[in-house]
């Protein structure tokens, strides 16, 4: 704690600053993955495709995708939107949709961590919704009213 001009100014110990920036990163991450998951899924379904079981490939060549191929944003980017056997383009439209979703996550989470709302009030609420952005989405691709 430290005294300037009779104000009491609290230093936060660097250790909680990293853990709290950590726990950022890793809430992005986890909101990006559902977003990469929601869309295979989002992709599988309407087309009769198992997607449980199916494996991530290529659309060009049919290729199926490494691990590190799959990490949400960060492939995306490093393979410039595109399949490194064929070339062929899938564009940064995932990386957007995983990314913004990766925000989304962490804002939410603000906003309720900072409103007083238990973890558990937290962790419903993003729950609540990823099943409807992935209900919404399913409805969409299979063209439901």
Same mark, same amino acid.
């Given at each position: 704690? $430290?005294?300037?001009?009779?104000? !009491? =100014?609290?230093?936060?110990?660097?250790?909680?600053?990293? !853990?709290?920036?950590?726990? =950022? !990163?890793l809430l992005f991450f986890v909101g990006a993955s559902i977003a990469s998951c929601s869309s295979c899924i989002i992709y599988r379904i309407?087309? @009769?495709?198992?997607?449980?079981?199916? $494996?991530?490939?290529?659309? @060009?060549?049919?290729?199926?995708?490494?691990?590190?191929?799959?990490?949400?944003?960060?492939?995306?980017?490093?393979?410039? @939107?595109?399949?490194?056997?064929?070339?062929? =383009?899938?564009? =940064?439209?995932?990386?957007?949709?995983?990314?913004?979703? @990766?925000? &989304?996550?962490?804002?939410?989470?603000?906003?309720? %961590?900072? %409103?007083?709302?238990?973890?558990?009030?937290?962790?419903?609420?993003?729950?609540?919704?990823? !099943?409807?952005?992935? &209900?919404? %989405?399913?409805?969409?691709a299979k063209g439901w009213k």
């Amino acid at each position: 704690m $430290h005294r300037f001009n009779s104000v !009491v =100014y609290h230093t936060v110990p660097r250790r909680c600053v990293h !853990v709290t920036a950590l726990m =950022y !990163v890793l809430l992005f991450f986890v909101g990006a993955s559902i977003a990469s998951c929601s869309s295979c899924i989002i992709y599988r379904i309407p087309r @009769g495709m198992d997607w449980v079981r199916g $494996h991530s490939c290529c659309e @060009g060549c049919g290729r199926r995708l490494h691990p590190w191929e799959l990490i949400p944003v960060i492939s995306c980017l490093a393979l410039r @939107g595109r399949c490194p056997t064929c070339g062929a =383009y899938f564009g =940064y439209s995932h990386a957007i949709r995983e990314g913004s979703t @990766g925000v &989304l996550f962490v804002f939410l989470f603000l906003m309720s %961590s900072g %409103s007083g709302a238990s973890p558990i009030e937290t962790i419903s609420t993003l729950l609540i919704f990823i !099943v409807s952005m992935l &209900l919404s %989405s399913i409805m969409i691709a299979k063209g439901w009213k």
